[in-house]
């Protein structure tokens, strides 16, 4: 626990220290979550502890909802320091890339860990992180359709190959929108429920409180700010799922049903520090095969999983340039089965 609660708490103290201090600390938060990360993933070859199976981590559920409450108060202090405290234009863009990327890069796994819990105030906060980012829809997408149909046409997240980046975007903003509504509903019907307790409604009242409470901060520049965070971590929350499902399907049987899920349908990461970073999102395989296992406990086979050519974070700034991501991944999925890829 001491890898995930030093390399993501780092970043908190970070931007706390950036927004009132401001001046070199702005420089070295931005630089902590990307050229030191990144630095240190190819520079330290290591790869953080397989957990004994069945191992309990009471201290990684309490960092999980610390995060989720810290999150929270960074939105706040992100629209606060960059609408009020007086920094100059560069050291604004680069506070604001900074905020953005842990919203992306930390609460996005963070909430994500916390809607797979089995405790319902933890699913609550997981899903009104998402809604505080603008997109609350995600909690019952992933869940209801992105984890039932992985690997397959009917999953709006599953990239097929040749797809670039920003058609994947649009498309699974909204197709995973309307899909999670969809499930949603059906749920609410099956258990006899009034419409106020659709949960995209809810998700809509915090995106409203927190619309008017950065208006409140800084008027039309602290909304603007509010959205253009939201909207940078919304990239970075579907470049993740981009990347670890990119070019993977799953297999019918002669009845026409998809195969069960294995480690073949996920990309991984061995990079410990963006694992440390992001909660293990990057041992992707496990958590789609064993969805409730706390991350700490998350396992990673490099010999047999797929593994994506550089690190995670790495891999997403690729992404924005689509030819080039389509060249590096032709290479590691020539080293998959065939019929495990899409053609």
Not at 16 to 41: E, M, N, P, Q, R
Not at 52 to 59: M, Q
Not at 177 to 182: F, I
Request: aromatic share 12%; charged share 15%; net charge positive.
């Amino acid at each position: 626990m001491v890898y995930f609660a030093c390399a993501t708490l780092a970043h908190v103290a970070l931007l706390g220290l950036a927004s009132f201090v401001g001046g070199s600390l702005i420089w070295l938060a931005l630089l902590y979550i990307t050229l030191f990360t990144a630095a240190l993933d190819k520079f330290l070859p290591f790869v953080l502890p397989q957990m004994p199976e069945g191992t309990e981590f009471p201290t990684g559920a309490n960092l999980s909802v610390l995060l989720g409450g810290l999150h929270f108060a960074l939105l706040t202090l992100g629209v606060i320091s960059l609408s009020w405290f007086e920094h100059n234009v560069l050291e604004k863009l680069a506070l604001f890339t900074s905020f953005a990327l842990f919203f992306g890069q930390v609460s996005h796994p963070n909430a994500h860990e916390l809607i797979h819990r089995r405790e319902r105030y933890a699913r609550r906060l997981g899903r009104s992180v998402y809604a505080s980012l603008l997109m609350g829809h995600h909690a019952s997408a992933h869940v209801l359709v992105h984890h039932v149909h992985i690997g397959s046409e009917a999953d709006p997240n599953s990239a097929p190959r040749g797809l670039g980046f920003y058609r994947f975007f649009l498309n699974a903003w909204a197709e995973s929108y309307h899909k999670g509504r969809v499930q949603e509903s059906a749920r609410l019907l099956r258990a006899q429920r009034t419409l106020f307790s659709h949960p995209y409604i809810h998700d809509t009242l915090i995106g409203v409180v927190a619309c008017s409470f950065s208006f409140a901060i800084g008027g039309f520049l602290g909304l603007s700010l509010y959205m253009g965070l939201a909207l940078y971590a919304q990239v970075q929350i579907l470049l993740a799922d981009y990347i670890q499902h990119y070019g993977l399907r799953r297999l019918k049987n002669e009845a026409g049903k998809l195969e069960p899920v294995s480690e073949v349908h996920s990309w991984n990461s061995p990079h410990w520090f963006s694992a440390s970073l992001t909660l293990n999102a990057p041992r992707h395989s496990d958590h789609h095969m064993h969805p409730q296992r706390p991350y700490p406990a998350l396992r990673l086979t490099p010999q047999t999983m797929p593994t994506l050519p550089h690190s995670l974070p790495v891999m997403a700034i690729i992404a924005l340039y689509p030819p080039l991501y389509r060249k590096v991944m032709a290479r590691a999925l020539r080293d998959l089965p065939q019929q495990y890829t899409s053609a």
